[in-house]
């Protein structure tokens, strides 16, 4: 497979002997700091390669449970772009998501549109979106004036399933994702971590990543994103990945 390396200057990817490593430097919370590899760079939303079904899987394991920022490996639509405006990247109106990953959350992420559902942590998490919705016009209209009105709009547009997985991450492990039309299937040493009917909309992406920034749109409406501070050198390697269709 084709992955293209992402960086910024406090970013670096390495090979080693089983794979790779995604690196980010210690730092304050003044710099944006990405390591990634992903399938989509350059490309238009539309032009992503990954269509279902497919079957991902790979060995992880990061530096420390508890790496600032975000970090994870799997399937989306960068509905971002890449970031969210930091390193250069143009901050663009977001997309909704679509994703089927595993992705690791710092406490200062708020990253469902649920309150029933996990927002923090490593998790096994799936997103699916429409293009469009009836119910997008007045989320947009009443966004200024009431985020928490909007936002419960947007968790009846957004369908999303997830799960905390308990894995030490800093212990090697294999993950694999089954990604179908109408299912998602996430395992964890060949432990079924989420069975979900909620499947992303396609074209897909692929991507890899290790970073300092985060993003929250919490149940009150508060929205917020920023830099952390990397008191540590930060890194996710990963080996045997394959991709099946």
Known sequence: MDLKEHTSRNGNIETTSTGRRLVISRGPNTEYRLA???????????KFPEQPPLTLSLRARASSETIPGTWGFGLWNDPFGLSLGFGGAPFNLPALPNAIWYFHASPQNYLSFRED??????????????????YLLPAALIFPFSKRRARRLLSRVV????AIIGAEVTQWHNYRLEWSLNRSRLWVDEILA??????????????IWVDNQYAAFAPQGQMKWGLEENPSEAWLEIA???LTI
């Open 36 to 46: 990634q590899l992903d399938d989509t760079l350059h490309l238009p939303r539309r």
């Open 159 to 162: 369908q999303e399933d997830s």
């Open 117 to 134: 559902k996990p927002a923090q942590g490593f998790l096994a998490q799936v997103f699916r979106s429409p293009r469009f919705h009836p």
């Open 194 to 207: 989420l069975d979900t009917p909620v499947s992303p909309r396609p074209p897909l992406g692929m991507v």
């Open 240 to 242: 045997n990945l394959e």
